[in-house]
């Protein structure tokens, strides 16, 4: 019988076909016979990086795969990823050779050596470096370490790091907490811990993506904001509330937009103006709660439509509801001034917490074992 190793390396992967070989060649020659294994997690890439890793498994059982079907996300697959392992030391790294595994055994020594919850490899130590990086990403990174700094409360000097190794105790310890919204998942651990962690950085220089390309996009900037406003506001509040309630917040311009063009425009009734404009502002909320607020549950072809006929029956109750608090306000409220503003406001509002609770459920699946069978 053998134990399980003591060392798993985690390498979230999304299109990254070209580089499964290479790193699992340089893992192999830098681990040699320590007692490893290598975890992929791979988003069901359309370019088959799944069904490589098979294949290069059926010859090294070192080579491990977790397969995620309709689902995207650097930080949630890198948690799956750590979850699926039993090894007692845990690093977590990229597919595309740009971390240096060479770090690897360092981390490891130190980990087993010394009183540590983890070792971060750091771009910003003595010894360290960005690369060849543009002036662009450079200031791009720059700007985004300082606005952790307001979160953070450690001295951590690359807190954007991919690359680090935990003990297994600081993943239980943590996971339930943890934000996975994103690509900062080092960041998301060290606000996610109740506690100072016990850390050390250790310098590489990132290097240059070999084959495929990246996968930062600008949605990157704007999901690391929803995983600041999360681990800040969102204590308090379901984490998907925050967006939906802004995208909420720009439909009651749509809606008011609409409202306005027919109410006070083109003289149609109040009743007509308030249904039309929430129909409108429904239709808009989900296009932009199925871009951002779900990205990683984001429904495309027929299930778009699915969604839209789904999202639109379940807060058609919303609507009616809506359309009933505020004709009711309305007509309660002296004629003129700005009374039709204050009726179709309440009337919103009413419907938007209606429709969030309803739709998280049913148009997107979201907390219902369904979604995980999907
Ligand atoms: N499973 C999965 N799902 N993997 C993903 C996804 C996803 O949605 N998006 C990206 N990945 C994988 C990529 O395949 C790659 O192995 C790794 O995550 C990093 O993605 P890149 O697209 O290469 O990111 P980067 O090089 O711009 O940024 C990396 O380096 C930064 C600096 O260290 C990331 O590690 C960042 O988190 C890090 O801040
Ligand atoms: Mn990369």
Partial sequence: ????????????????????????????GILG?????????????????AGLVRELAARDARVRLVHRVG??????????????????????MDADLQHDARLL?????????????????????AGGSLGTWSEDRQLASRVATRLS?????????DPMSGFFMLRR??????????????????LDIFISAKRPLRFKELPYTFGVRVAGSSKLDSMVATEYILMLLDKT??????????????IGGLGVFVHMGVLWVLFRGLGASFVAGQTAATLVAMTFNFFLNNFFTYRDRRLRGWGLLRGWLSFTLACSVGAVANVGIATYLFHATPAGGVWWVISAIAGIIVGAVWNYAVTAVYTWNQGSAAASAR
Wanted: hydrophobic share 45%; glycine share 6%.
């Fill in 149 to 157: 700094q307001l979160v953070l409360k450690a001295d951590l000097k």
């Fill in 105 to 125: 055994p360092e981390m490891l020594r130190t980990l087993q050596a010394e009183d540590l919850d983890l070792v971060v490899g750091s771009r910003h130590v």
């Fill in 1 to 28: 019988m053998t134990a399980c190793p003591v060392l798993s390396v985690v390498v979230p992967t999304f299109n990254e076909r070209d580089n499964i070989a290479p790193l699992i060649q340089r893992l192999q």
């Fill in 71 to 92: 689902r995207r996300g650097l930080a949630g697959a890198c948690i799956e990823g750590m979850l699926a392992t039993t090894a007692p030391y845990v690093a977590v």
């Fill in 169 to 186: 105790e600081l993943i239980d310890e943590v996971v339930r907490d943890l934000s996975g919204i994103g690509f900062k998942i080092l």
């Fill in 33 to 49: 016979d320590l007692h490893w294994e290598v975890v992929f997690v791979d988003d069901d890439s359309p370019d088959g990086t």
């Fill in 233 to 246: 506001v969102g204590r308090y509040i379901p984490t998907r509330f925050i967006p939906f309630a802004f």
